[in-house]
């Protein structure tokens, strides 16, 4: 589609990208380790995707959880396919931690505190094995 961002871009740092779906490192300067797994087709709902399709995609989803949570070690993971501002398929797969600055709420909500730098920049290191994780599980679906 010609209006959809996510038809023009590839929203966030590609890490990986195959037939059907993208995983991308979101460019968050409070949530290091931020990821969205973006279905390449244009569609709104899970449910315009097959059987199959779907099993891709969640299959997608779950590999970037699990490389989040071994590389982060968040307190919690948040998962969500909203699509109310930007209506193309995709899943955000966030790691939380109670001094992120908008914990214990959603991402999208008022920030309650500001994250100490030193933490933040430890997150980023991190964050810099997240490519090399969420390739290797992806490989191991094959």
Not at 13 to 23: E, K, N, P, S
Not at 71 to 96: C, D, E, T, Y
Request: proline share 6%; with cysteine.
């Amino acid at each position: 589609m010609n209006n959809c961002i996510l038809c023009q871009d590839d929203g966030g740092h590609l890490v990986w990208r195959g037939d059907d779906a993208r995983v991308v490192l979101v460019d968050s300067p409070d949530l290091p380790g931020y990821c969205r797994v973006v279905w390449n087709r244009h569609i709104a709902e899970m449910s315009e995707l097959s059987r199959v399709e779907r099993e891709i995609l969640l299959a997608l989803v779950d590999v970037v959880e699990f490389a989040v949570r071994r590389v982060m070690r968040p307190q919690k993971i948040n998962l969500a396919s909203l699509g109310n501002q930007v209506p193309h398929l995709h899943w955000h797969v966030i790691p939380r931690f109670a001094d992120d600055p908008y914990f214990p709420d959603s991402i999208w909500s008022s920030k309650h505190r500001d994250t100490i730098d030193t933490v933040l920049k430890s997150r980023r290191e991190l964050a810099k094995g997240l490519p090399e994780a969420i390739r290797s599980g992806i490989a191991d679906l094959a």
